[in-house]
Every structure is written in structure tokens, then in C-alpha cells.
């Protein structure tokens, strides 16, 4: 078994309002994500504040995203995404 794989999420041309409705898709999943955790789980409040800060990144990382597809591409032109994820299998000793 390897201890990497890699999974293509994302590979192709889209409009740019195709474009910016996936990436935003995409970011609100990760964000959710993120708060479930503050809301399932006990964390110290220095654990909050980091998903805090975290969700934060998101929010201006997709504004700017956004921007730039509105900017770049504007309204008739298309964007091609390509998203890996890329996962690393660490195991507990």
C-alpha cells in the first residue's frame, strides 16, 4: 500500500460563472467543515480561535478568487481549474 494518493477533484474548462459558483461551493463545504468541528467537539479556545482564523483565510482567499475570475476572465470568458488533493497516510505508533 502507498502511503500518498492523489485525487483529482477537478479538471476542466468552465464559464466564468460556472467557475466562480464551484470555487465558492468548494470554500462554503470547507468552511462548514470547520464549523461543525467548533461545534462538536471540546477545544481549548486557543483550537477555536484557530479555526477561527482559519475560516477567516477562506472567506478573503474566495473574495479574491472571485475577484480575479470577474477581473480575468470577466463575464464571457472561461476558466480551466484543476484540483488535486493530495492525501499523505501517516500511521500511529
Not at 467543515?33 to 484557530?50: C, F, G, L, Q
Amino acid at each position: 500500500m502507498t502511503d500518498q494518493h492523489d485525487f483529482q477533484l477537478i479538471n476542466g474548462r468552465f464559464s466564468s460563472n460556472e467557475a466562480e459558483l464551484l470555487i465558492s461551493e468548494l470554500a462554503q463545504a470547507k468552511i462548514q467543515h470547520h464549523m461543525r468541528r467548533i461545534a462538536w467537539h471540546d477545544y481549548a479556545e486557543e483550537d477555536i480561535k484557530a479555526l477561527e482564523v482559519r475560516i477567516r483565510e477562506i472567506e478573503t482567499d474566495l473574495r479574491e478568487t472571485i475577484r480575479l475570475i470577474k477581473t480575468t476572465a470577466g463575464p464571457e470568458g472561461s476558466v480551466d481549474i484543476e484540483g488535486v488533493i493530495r492525501m499523505r497516510f501517516v500511521r500511529q505508533v
